[in-house]
């Protein structure tokens, strides 16, 4: 049986909307859950980076444009995006602590929206990230990346795993599978 839900599809498809209604959804039924997910940040029109949000209303920087010449130096970035590691850890990583200490009415579900490039330059993510989809008082409600270029390590790895449960989520069905996801969640809890 899955112990694990991932989303995943094609960005901008509607996967953090999905994991923000099945949020809701499992909050009011009284599951406890925490975690975070990602939101793009615009002005003026223009996308300029990407906020990390926790489910307690935390919101820190993830990344955000960067000049070309601060661009060509920095080490963590991805197309014109600097992500800012430390910004990141600070948000995401207390939130993933005590993932073992699951509750009377069944294990913890933590979000983790999203594993994925920008999020994967860091080690400390990596390994909290490994220990959740291990700990026994956890069930994770994730998204990932479609398979594009360079394979990510972790990512093969979520996909490789028995006991995960992926979701590809598309135009056609993204407003139909708000319950099912819903529901395998409920189930992996047990
Ligand atoms: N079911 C839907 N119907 C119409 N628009 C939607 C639907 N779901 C999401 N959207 C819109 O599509 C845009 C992208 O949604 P969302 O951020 O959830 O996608 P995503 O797959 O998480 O993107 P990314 O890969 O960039 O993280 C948002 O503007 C959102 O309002």
Do not use: W
Request: hydrophobic content about 35%; proline content about 4%; glycine content about 10%.
């Amino acid at each position: 049986m899955a112990k694990h839900v991932f989303l995943t599809g094609p960005p901008g498809i509607g996967k953090t909307t999905l994991i923000k209604k099945a949020t809701e959804a499992l909050k009011s039924s009284g599951v406890p859950i925490d975690g975070f997910y990602t939101e793009e940040v615009r002005e003026g029109g223009r996308r300029i980076g990407f906020d990390v949000v926790t489910l307690s209303g935390r919101r820190g920087t993830l990344s955000r444009l960067g000049s070309d010449s601060s661009t060509a130096r920095c080490e963590y970035r991805v197309g014109q995006y600097i992500v800012d590691l430390v910004s990141f850890e600070h948000l995401v990583l207390p939130v993933l602590r005590n993932v073992d200490l699951g509750s009377d009415t069944g294990k913890k579900v933590h979000v983790i929206d999203e594993v994925g490039k920008m999020e994967l330059f860091s080690q400390s993510f990596i390994q909290a990230v490994r220990q959740t989809l291990t700990a026994s008082g956890t069930t994770i409600l994730g998204t990932i990346p479609i398979p594009k270029g360079k394979p990510l390590g972790l990512v093969e790895e979520i996909r490789s795993r028995k006991d995960i449960k992926v979701f590809n989520v598309t135009k056609e069905n993204r407003d139909n599978i708000l319950q099912d996801i819903v529901t395998t969640v409920q189930n992996c809890r047990k």
